[in-house]
């Protein structure tokens, strides 16, 4: 199983940007899936997650700006980003709870750190 991010990049405050993952493999389920992000010098935190019944939730510090949305038949999750602040600087992840084929357990999954860069 492996999930592929990307969309990052350098934007002015204000701007807006969409993130995407793919998540690909040996998928038998997926429950939820989500985006994290770490700024540098800071822990690596939740930003938003959506789970297999399609109920999102989104961190206070980004909510009315962040939409995160799923294609259940693709695999994907998308995180819509606008109204961005210098503040959402940071390395973002995806990250999806995943029952694969092989092991038939419920497992963690990271995709890799997109860069979201926000100038002001």
């Known amino acids: 199983v492996q999930l592929q991010a990307s969309g990052g990049g350098l934007v002015q405050a204000g701007g807006s940007l969409r993130l995407s993952c793919a998540a690909s493999?040996?998928?038998?389920?997926?429950?939820?899936m989500s985006w994290h992000r770490q700024a540098p010098g800071k822990q690596r935190e939740l930003v938003s997650t959506?789970?297999?019944?399609?109920?999102?939730m989104h961190a206070d510090s980004v909510k009315g700006r962040f939409t995160i949305s799923r294609d259940y038949a693709k695999n994907t999750v998308d995180l819509q980003m606008n109204s961005l602040k210098p503040e959402d600087t940071a390395v973002y992840y995806c990250?999806?709870?995943?029952?694969?084929?092989?092991?038939?357990?419920?497992?963690?999954?990271w995709g890799q750190g997109t860069l979201v860069t926000v100038s002001s």
């Open positions: 990250k999806a709870n995943i029952q694969s084929t092989s092991s038939g357990r419920d497992e963690d999954y």
């Open positions: 493999g040996s998928i038998r389920s997926i429950n939820y």
């Open positions: 959506v789970t297999s019944a399609g109920r999102a």
